[in-house]
């Protein structure tokens, strides 16, 4: 590329005059689907052009230099929008023209140069909104209209109110297509409503936009969030009566629409009885109720609105008890609620002791919208052994004074930096950050976490067959069949964990309560202490008997190494603190994808990852290191990456903007955005390092770089001199092809997945050696005396000088010295 680039500069010093030069090159390539090297001329031209203003053209000279241009930019790259502007200096021409230009773009159907050149040029404000806009819109190029209307507060709003007309009941996109005749394809169909939303909300939140600009999208939202609640209470069973009409009510409002969409979906949910008593409380005229309803309102309320006559008989499993859920086995007098400073510092003493554990949880009032920020927490639960304290954080953050407040903080990062005090926790990033956020403490610059272990990573490394004998029967509400009151959701996140492990779910009821309305209810604050308690007690059983859950060493070691309950725990030497593992949500940063692994370390042989078609060389490098690698190709999708992940428990490494969209679609830190720019040998030393995997010297080249395969047959010198003699005599031109194990005799390989020339795997079968490709002078020389091929694609590998320029650019990885 240097090379090139000083070709290109010797021969912009040979023109005359560049500019024009350049004009007839666009000319013959602009047409062209491969830009690259084009590109390359018009960039490199423009840093040419920047150090010599007198070259600079001017006057009557530019002017004609750009009318011959405005004709090719509608054939060029958008890559191309951005030197072109700066090179020929559009922001000088006639105004008027430029615009009539871009809407002649427009005209011909090419909206995405028309929108692109109007923003390189600042030209929003005097073109039409809706005419550059919708087409956007239609073809999916949210990005792009997004990037059209940024900085721009007056078309912002527009976009809103373009958005909500769309969310209008009865609306139909192609009551738009005579105005577009225009778009390619059947585009109407693609309009994607959610999409849609999704774009309104993040600019409420980007811009703090008012939500009053998209009413009908608002009420969309919120019917989605009714239907939610009415699954979780009449099909799932699984929320209380008291939490279920106090968010319905905080949702619905004084909203008439919401009012009369909710009676008629509980008529579908939970009968006419309970429809009629919502209706009743709301007030609704007659023509705006569901068939059949208007009768029923007649008849008199009964002693619970919202509560139907079904629901007063016996039921199979009533969310409200704790029949077959973990019981809390601390007394209620040991569980206490702290809301004064006073009662903070006295919890800091007991919790903050070397050798300490605490389960650590937090809970928060349930958003059903995306508009507002992070959560913001209002109680923190502590659990030590015979211990809870419920930490009430709304109350000292609204109510006390500020020595309180800061009291407060100042508890919270002394205990989370603390490597002595091991905190325990499930899924922790998504609540720690919604602490720091609560409680000032993302500003603090000396704020490190350390000592923390998060139980979801253990979890995912919990063999699903892994099943107690012991454990206890089925509660009564796992029966099935048609007489259970309804049927529970399998169970999921920690409450999955416990069962797994303690042999008994948590009892999830109270899971979505509003957690800001004081004084909480005493089933709120046993579910509150359950959930940091149950940490303690699953620590502590996978410790007692690893084995019995399958666990490996390196998941023990991880479950150890800060000490087991009750004992003395040191102060971990200097860069061997833990930091916090799987968190709940990954968020960008300066360190990509958010969480590490446990310090403990993985073995190479036991990562896994899936590595998007951008990163394929760096897949190739972690395969020579013994990684199990996925790679993508060219042809295949960003989002099968993530269906790979999810089937076979592989971390995905990707870059640029499909990490956010495959980050949603995985479990908490499964996902890494690595640079493109950097070389295949540093992106794989950002993986090892981030993930914490130890490289041994054995793991080198213990996979194929061509398959992935980690099986390989050891083939005598002599044998592979035969094979590739054979080659052009019985296999050529035949349809059947002797496999590796029927070509003649060979050492018997032992089952292994180890580095080429130690106890090599199984022999493989129906499986052609691709001798084609081992060079004769390699055969001719006496080393090496023995070759590998692998059982899966017969690729040939050897042992030879490439082996020593891996291990010498990977020897902090291996451990190895410096050489000298």
């Known amino acids: 590329m240097e090379k090139l ?33 084009l590109t390359h001329i018009v960039r490199e031209l423009q840093s040419w052009m920047k150090g010599r203003a007198r070259d600079q053209p001017s006057g009557l000279e530019l002017q004609k230099l750009q009318a011959r241009l405005f004709p090719l930019l509608g054939r060029c790259n958008a890559s191309l929008l951005q030197p072109l502007v700066s090179l020929y200096q559009l922001h000088t021409a006639d105004r008027p023209r430029l615009l009539g230009f871009v809407r002649q773009l427009r005209l011909q159907g090419k909206f995405k140069e028309a929108a692109t050149l109007s923003i390189k040029l600042q030209l929003q404000p005097d073109l039409e909104f809706e005419q550059m806009c919708v087409p956007l819109l239609l073809q999916d190029q949210t990005e792009l209209a997004e990037a059209y209307v940024a900085g721009r507060p007056e078309l912002q709003h527009s976009l809103l109110r373009l958005l909500d ?33 999704k774009m309104a909300f993040r600019m409420l939140n980007r811009y703090s936009l008012d939500p009053g600009l998209c009413p009908h999208i608002l009420n969309q939202r919120h019917l989605g969030t009714l239907k939610y609640l009415l699954h979780k209470r009449f099909v799932e069973k699984s929320m209380t009566q008291e939490n279920w009409a106090d968010h319905v009510q ?21 009968g006419l009885a309970v429809a009629a008593q919502w209706a009743r409380h709301y007030s609704l005229l007659e023509d705006s109720l569901p068939p059949g309803l208007a009768a029923r309102m007649e008849e008199p309320a009964g002693p619970e609105r919202g509560e139907d006559a079904s629901e007063q008989t016996p039921r199979a499993w009533d969310p409200s008890t ?20 006073e009662e903070v510092m006295a919890c800091q003493e007991q919790v903050l002791q070397p050798g300490q ?13 995306t508009i507002g920020g992070k959560p913001r927490v209002s109680v923190v639960q502590l659990a030590i052994w015979g211990h809870v304290f419920l930490v009430d954080v709304w109350q000292l953050l609204h109510q006390a004074g500020g020595e309180a407040q800061a009291a407060l903080s100042g508890f919270f990062r002394a205990l989370l930096a603390d490597p002595a005090v091991l905190k325990l926790g499930y899924g922790m990033s998504g609540d720690l950050r919604n602490l720091m956020a609560t409680c000032d403490l993302s500003r603090e610059a000396d704020l490190q976490l350390s000592g923390v272990l998060d139980l979801q990573l253990v979890h995912q490394k919990l063999p699903k067959r892994s099943k107690k004998t012991d454990r206890p029967p089925p509660a009564p509400w796992q029966a099935k069949g048609p007489a259970a009151w309804g049927s529970r959701a399998p169970e999921k996140g920690l409450s999955l964990l416990v069962q797994e492990v303690l042999g008994r779910p948590l009892d999830k009821a109270e899971q979505l309560s509003n957690w800001e309305k004081r004084p909480l209810r005493e089933t709120q604050v046993l579910y509150a202490a359950c959930d940091a308690y149950c940490l303690l007690e699953v620590h502590a059983k996978l410790l007692e008997d690893p084995a019995a859950f399958g666990l490996s060493s390196d998941v023990v070691g991880m479950l150890r190494r ?23 949500e990954s968020a960008p940063s300066s360190d990509p994808a958010g969480p590490r692994r446990a310090s403990a370390g993985i073995p190479a042989q036991d990562f896994r990852v899936v590595c998007d078609n951008m990163l394929q060389g760096l897949g190739r490098s972690l395969r020579c290191l013994g990684v199990d690698a996925r790679i993508l190709g060219n042809e295949d999708e960003h989002r099968r990456a993530a269906e790979i992940a999810r089937e076979e428990d592989r971390v995905i490494l990707t870059s640029g903007l499909p ?38 010297l054995a793991d080198v080249f213990s996979r194929c770089q061509a398959c992935n395969c980690s099986r390989y047959v050891k083939v005598s010198r002599e044998r592979m001199v035969q094979l590739v003699e054979e080659q052009s005599g019985r296999w050529t031109g035949e349809d059947t092809e002797p496999p590796l194990g029927e070509a003649g005799p060979m050492e018997t390989p032992e089952p292994r997945s180890g580095r080429p020339g130690e106890e090599p795997p199984l022999p493989p079968t129906g499986v052609r050696p691709r001798v084609e490709a081992v060079p004769p002078g390699v055969l001719r020389q006496e080393e090496p005396a023995s070759f590998h091929c692998c059982s899966q694609c017969g690729q040939v590998f050897w042992e030879g000088s490439h082996l020593g320029r891996l291990v010498s ?12």
């Not at 554990?357 to 919208?369: A, C, K, L, N, Q």
């Not at 000490?563 to 003395?568: R, S």
């Not at 499964?670 to 041994?696: G, I, P, T, Y």
């Not at 650019?809 to 000298?820: D, I």
């Open 5 to 37: 680039r000083q070709e290109m500069r010797v021969g912009f010093a040979g023109l005359r005059h560049p500019l024009a030069w350049l004009l007839e090159v666009l000319d013959g390539c602009a047409d062209r689907r491969e830009p690259g090297l």
């Open 165 to 197: 007309s769309w969310s209008i009941p009865g609306f139909q996109v192609k009551d738009l297509a005579r105005q577009y005749q225009a778009l390619p394809g059947k585009w109407p169909e693609k309009v994607n409503c959610r999409t849609m939303h």
């Open 250 to 270: 905080g949702i619905v409002q004084d909203n008439r629409w919401l009012q009369e969409q909710l009676v008629h979906l509980l008529a579908s949910y939970a």
């Open 322 to 341: 704790k029949d077959g859920c973990y019981q809390l086995p601390v007394p209620r007098e040991d569980v206490l609620f702290l809301s004064t400073q």
């Open 357 to 369: 554990v605490v389960g650590i949880d937090m809970e928060w009032r349930p958003s059903f919208s």
């Open 562 to 584: 800060t000490g087991q309950p009750g004992a003395k725990a040191k102060k971990p030497p200097r860069g061997e603190q833990e930091a916090p593992t799987a968190h709940k």
């Open 659 to 696: 990490f956010h969209s495959l980050r949603s679609q995985v479990g908490e830190g499964r996902c890494l955005s690595v640079s493109c720019s950097e070389k295949a040998r540093d992106q794989a030393l950002q993986v090892l390092k981030h993930f914490n995997v130890h490289v041994a």
């Open 809 to 820: 650019q990977f020897r902090e990885v291996l451990g190895l010295p410096e050489e000298s």
